[in-house]
């Protein structure tokens, strides 16, 4: 049963960055002021915590005066249902035998949620490394749940900055 809860919660991120970038160039980072997360404020602030911990447990520092900018966008959207109705009828000589067969759904309320993660570097203000992630998401969540949701997304979406030079 465990692993029916895991798979529900998967995530999914797709990653994007220019070749031509000396990651090494940067270690200091900081938010865009203005930044409009599309998350409620106590999601926000959970996310901009797991990253601060994240990028500085990698060496990274936050600064007013920073070598690259965050931008986080988000999205929120019901995927289709899943549910598969099939109707059977088999039968041997006199004996005809029917069958309905109703699959349900396993995963939550189709509830997903994608956020976006720009990093833009601060001299060129030119984009430098995306990452955009997908996964369930339940509104009804509590607290802690919701902490570690943002945290192993976070987990996630870093795991591969900087990327491996080739």
């Known amino acids: 049963m465990g692993s029916l809860l895991l798979s529900c919660n998967a ?23 203005d930044i409009q997360t599309g998350l409620s404020g106590l999601d926000e ?12 447990s990698k060496g ?3 600064t007013e005066e920073p070598d690259f900018f965050i931008n986080i966008l988000s999205e929120e959207y019901r995927t289709a249902p899943n549910s598969a109705v099939g109707v059977g009828i088999g039968g041997t000589g006199r004996n005809v035998g029917g069958g309905v067969s109703i699959g349900l759904p396993i995963s939550n309320s189709g509830l997903q949620r994608m ?4 990093f833009v570097d601060a001299q060129r203000d030119a984009l430098f490394w995306q990452a955009i992630s997908e996964s369930g ?30």
Do not use: G, M
């Not at 995530?11 to 002021?33: C, E, H, K, M």
């Open 60 to 62: 990274y520092h936050l």
């Open 115 to 118: 956020i976006q993660f720009d």
């Open 11 to 33: 995530i999914r991120v797709n990653y994007d960055y220019d070749a031509q970038t000396d990651f090494s160039a940067y270690t200091t980072y900081n938010y865009f002021s």
């Open 137 to 166: 998401y339940r509104d009804n969540a509590s607290p802690s749940v919701r902490e570690a949701l943002l945290k192993n997304l976070v987990k996630k979406v870093l795991s591969k900055f900087p990327p491996k030079s080739k």
């Open 45 to 56: 602030k959970r996310l901009i915590r797991a990253l601060d911990s994240t990028l500085q």
